[in-house]
C-alpha cells in the first residue's frame, strides 16, 4: 500500500488538470486508507493487549513526529522553485513520493510476515529461536485465543469484499456521517 500511494504522490508531480488532480487525490486516499489499520494488526500478531497500547502510543508519536519533519522538509523542497524550470510543487511531490516509496521498499525487504516467519531478504536469519517463537505464540493466544483463528497469509478475494460492504451493520458510521 505504501508503495502504491507513493507511486501516486510522485506521479502529481506532472499533473496538469482539475481531473487529474481528483483521479490522484481518490487513489492515494484509497491507497494509503489501510496503511494505519494495517500497521495495526500487524503489531497485534507480536504483542499481548496490555503491551499494544504501548506500541500504539509510540506509533501515534511518531506520526506527529513524522508530521513535524515533513513539513520541515516540504518548506525546504518548496524552495526548488526555479531548478531545471520546474515549481516547487513539482519537486516536493517528486522527493517526497519517492523517499515514501523508498521506505515502502526497504519495509518490505526488512520486516517479517508473521512472529513465526521473521526471515526476509535483508534479514536472512530467523529473530527467534524455535522455542521463543512457541513461547510467543503461547502468550499471543492466552491473552486472546481469537488470534489462532487468524491465518495472516489468507488474502481478501472480491467476494470478502462484497460481503463487507452488504453487511448493514457496518453502515452506521455512513448513515451518521450523510444525516
Keep these: 500500500m505504501m508503495m502504491l500511494w507513493s507511486i501516486v504522490s510522485w506521479t502529481q508531480a506532472w499533473m496538469t488538470g482539475r481531473a487529474s488532480f481528483y483521479v490522484t487525490r481518490a487513489l492515494i486516499g484509497a491507497f494509503e486508507g489501510g496503511f494505519i489499520p494495517g500497521t495495526i494488526l500487524f503489531a497485534t500478531y507480536f504483542y499481548k ?3 499494544l497500547s504501548v ?5 501515534w508519536s511518531t506520526l506527529n513526529v513524522a508530521r513535524i ?3 520541515l522538509l516540504a518548506a525546504g523542497i518548496l524552495e526548488m522553485r526555479g531548478v531545471h524550470g ?4 513539482f519537486w516536493l511531490f517528486l522527493i517526497e513520493g519517492l523517499l515514501t516509496f523508498l521506505i515502502g521498499l526497504v519495509s518490505i525487504l526488512y520486516l517479517p510476515s508473521s512472529p513465526t516467519n521473521t526471515k526476509s531478504v535483508l534479514v536472512p536469519r530467523p529473530w527467534y529461536t524455535e522455542r521463543q517463537e512457541v513461547i510467543m505464540i503461547n502468550r499471543l493466544l492466552r491473552d486472546d485465543p481469537s488470534k489462532g483463528l487468524t491465518n495472516i497469509h489468507e488474502s481478501a478475494t472480491l467476494s470478502d469484499v462484497l460481503r463487507a460492504w452488504s453487511d448493514k451493520s457496518m453502515w452506521g458510521g455512513i448513515r451518521h456521517l450523510v444525516s
Excluded: D, P, Q, V
Excluded at 506500541?55 to 506509533?59: G, I, K, P, T
Design 69 to 71: 519533519i515533513s513539513s
Design 86 to 89: 520546474k515549481t516547487g510543487w
Design 49 to 51: 493487549t496490555k503491551e
Design 55 to 59: 506500541r500504539l502510543a509510540f506509533f
